[in-house]
Every structure is written in C-alpha cells, then in structure tokens.
DNA sequence: ATGAACTATGAACCTAGGTTTATAGCAAGC
DNA sequence: GCTTGCTATAAACCTAGGTTCATAGTTCAT
C-alpha cells in the first residue's frame, strides 16, 4: 500500500501520515521503503492507526503514544495498565472542573453569580 | 497602582497583564498611562481581572471576552445570555465526549476493548 | 550620583498537533 | 516523450495563550 490509500482507507491526511512518522509513533513494521524511497505499508498499518485516533480521542498525546509505542517490549502489562488508569484520573479531573464551569454558568444565567454586576 | 502590585494581587505574571492589554480586554477604564507612559490601574481592576480568570476557566476564549468587553454597549442581556448558553452547551458536549473516553479506557481496563491484542 | 530594581516596547520564542510550501525525483496515460 | 499526478524532504507556517529577550528610559536607596 502507498500512502495515497493509507490515507483513504484512515481518513488521515497524507500530511498527518508523515508527520506521525516523524514523531516516532509508526513501528517500523508497518511501514518500509521500496526502491524509490517510496513509503510501502503493511495492511495492519490501517487497525493500527485507527487505535492510534482512539488513543488521541481519549486524551493521550503523542509522546505518550510514543512511549506505549516504542517501550513496547520492556513495557510491562502492570505498566500499561498503570498508564490507562492514570489517563482515567486525568479524565475525571477535567470532568470536575467541566462540572463546576457549569455550574458556574448557571449561576450567572439564574442572577445568582456575583459577576453580572461587574461585566 | 503600578503593574507590579496588580501582578502581586491578582497572581497573574507582568507578562499576562501586558498581553491581555494587548489582546484587548482590559478597557481603558481600568488602565491609564502616567507622564512617564508607565500603565496607573484602578483599584476595580483586581475584580475585572478575577472575572476574567473565571471566564477562561470556563472556556472562554479571549477573543470572545474581548467581544464581551468592547461590544459592552450595543451587546443586550439577550445576546449576553445567548453567549452563556452557547458556551453551557460547548461543556456538555466536551462531558459527552470525555464519558465515552472514560467507558473506552475501563474496557481497555476490562480486557473488553479489542485494543489491546493490537497495541 | 550611581547601581539595582522597575517600567516600557516590539519581536522572537514556546508547546501541540498538525498543515503548507518549495523543490525535486518517479509514474502513468496518451 | 510529455504532461499530469504521486511521492519525497526540510523548513516555514498555523492557533492559543502566553513567556522571554533585547534594548531603553525611570526611580529608589545608599
């Protein structure tokens, strides 16, 4: 597979493709180079970046992508799981400020907020 | 009172003040200039800058605060009220999202996610 | 009255996750 | 064999919300 299908098989950009491929997050394994330097990849590559958008949609960067990436082989499951449940906490602390952003929102819209009288 | 004190009491760096001032969402009432152009702030710019900490802890951008403060006059209580409740809706959706990136991550957690096998 | 501390400005720099541009080498159809 | 299209790279650009730097004038304490 060249890239052009990669990325309409993804719904990547060809531009994203390469750039995920500088930031390391792209095992070798899924993509060599013909004798043209041509990108080749393997059919995996399409499951793989689909967890890798899952991966962005849940919070997790790039470099933390990187690191469950390349850390593949002395990363323990004890380690990855421990990773996972760090990003859940991360999640819930966003949840509770959304929640008092809210209800801080509310507030101004009941007259309740103090803040009305100043802006 | 100099820029020094109102970075003393509002916690904000000299550098946010001077970039706020730049981006247009300190009005002139707030913020003079003395014969020497050193920047003279009144005492209410403390409860302003509050505000507009609380602001974008709730997701506002500083371009929209910026709308907020210079359109003061011609923006009624409806429009104001209307931003709010765009804004109410901005945060549920970010909650939506954020809650199904927590299910995802308890079922990478419960080995229910066919993540796992691949990464 | 002089050196340290405070103020000013514009411009460059920073992070993150990409996108765009300039330039050049292959490829495929006619 | 030529034109259009695909591929490659490095480097510059983008947004947002700031921070840092270089340079210059001001003020305070000794």
Redesign the pocket.
Known sequence: M????V?KLTG?????L???E?KNIIPDKFVQ??E????VYSEEIVDFLDDVKTL?SVNF???EISLLVNQELNLSYEAKKKSVEQKIKELEDIQKQLKKSKAFLHAVLDGTANFQTKC
């Open positions: 060249k890239i052009n299908e990325a990547l950009p060809i531009s994203t390469r750039f995920y500088r180079r013909d043209h330097n041509y990108r962005l960067s790039i470099e």
